[in-house]
């Protein structure tokens, strides 16, 4: 049964210390997701990468979060420095598009990280 | 950017009732999914609609593109069907990531 899978699943921090978390696609998709949860503002895309390549992270604070796809089994989102208003559940989920659905891919979501930072 | 509604926010149902959950949005899209989220958090994917109507089991989900609207129905409601549900769409192009509802609070009492 192949899903996504996303670590640590929790994370308690202090401000200003780095976080990483780590997202596996299912094996053969091509899109990646970063999406942020929080009570306040719902489901909220930060950034996506089609074939490794980033396509957008305009849901992203530039100066503090960046995302990355090493190789096309592991994608990364790094906060430095983390705040206190980082703290959300932080999902990840991928697909498979094909040229003639762009647009209409199912996404699969990892079970999230739960990031708290004091 | 789209701006999606869902109603109602919050719903509490009697085993057995025909629930209907709503969503519009603004700008006209290439996809619209529902989603579930389970009170552990996880997120499950519905349906995803550009067209017409899907069934699976006891849900349903319609979209009318004309009208900017779609709907999640679940026939013969049970609690186990108590979650958060979460209307979601893709804009045109493909270039885009989901845009989301607040999601509706759905309980589904014995």
């Known amino acids: 049964d192949a899903r996504v899978t996303q670590t640590p699943r929790h994370k308690v921090t202090e401000m200003g210390q780095e976080v990483t978390m780590r997202c596996q696609p299912i094996?053969?998709?091509?899109?990646v997701f970063w999406y942020r949860q929080t009570m306040m503002q719902g489901l909220e895309l930060l950034a996506y990468?089609?074939?490794?390549?980033?396509?957008?992270d305009s849901g992203m604070p530039k100066d503090r979060f960046s995302a990355e796809m090493p190789d096309a089994t592991l994608a990364t989102l790094k906060i430095q420095p983390s705040e206190p208003r980082d703290s959300a559940v932080y999902f990840c989920?991928?697909?498979?598009?094909?040229?003639?659905?762009?647009?209409?891919?199912?996404?699969?979501f990892g079970p999230g990280t739960r990031l708290l930072v004091l | 950017k789209n701006e999606v509604e869902q109603s109602p926010q919050n719903l509490t149902a009697q085993e057995g009732e025909f629930i209907t959950i709503n969503c519009s949005y603004s700008?006209?899209?290439?996809?619209l999914h529902w989603l579930q989220q389970h009170p552990g958090g996880g997120i499950v994917s519905l349906f995803m609609?550009?067209?017409g109507k899907k069934k699976h089991g006891r849900l349903i989900a319609t979209i009318n593109i004309q009208e900017k609207h779609s709907s999640l129905h679940i026939t013969a409601s049970h609690p186990r069907d108590s979650a958060v549900y979460i209307c979601?769409?893709?804009?045109?192009?493909?270039?885009?990531?989901?845009?989301f509802g607040k999601g509706t609070h759905l309980i589904i009492q014995p």
């Open positions: 979601a769409v893709r804009s045109g192009g493909g270039a885009d990531g989901l845009t």
């Open positions: 609609l550009s067209s």
């Open positions: 990468f089609r074939n490794r390549a980033p396509l957008d």
């Open positions: 094996l053969g998709h091509n899109t």
């Open positions: 989920a991928s697909g498979l598009v094909s040229k003639h659905d762009r647009g209409r891919e199912t996404q699969y």
């Open positions: 700008v006209g899209i290439s996809a």
